[in-house]
């Protein structure tokens, strides 16, 4: 009886065992490919390096020639500036968004609660500034500043 009952004992101990190690196992693959397949873990380029990358690759892939290398280096050169113009038109007009919204909130307000929202906007502009040097989450990224090359 004592045998068997050692028996059983070590069974269920080497049930238990396997199980925490299949367990652990599961775990560490799971999230070895849940960290491997989020591009927040990957390296992030930025916007000059992304650019030797890509035209590094297409010249590669595609086989360009000095010619067509230099031509779309200089495509690129023209959709940077595109979009950088783009990009100065659309901040003038979400400005221009922003004071309208702004002063039609301030119009609903009550005298006193105009010096409060005057003060919640000031608090709000400085906290955005903050974010904004110190730039998007995971580093750099983010659009050349104007006239980087």
Known sequence: ??????SAVLSLVLVFVSGALVGALAHRAYTVSAASA???NQRKLGPADWRKHVLGEMQTKLKLDGQQAKRLNDIFDEVDAEVRELRTKQNAQNQAIQTATAEKI??????DQRDLYTQFRAEREKERERRRLQGPPGGPGGPPPPNSR
């Open 38 to 40: 989020n591009p927040t």
């Open 106 to 111: 301030a119009e609903m307000l009550r005298p």
């Open 1 to 6: 009886m004592l045998r068997t009952k050692t």
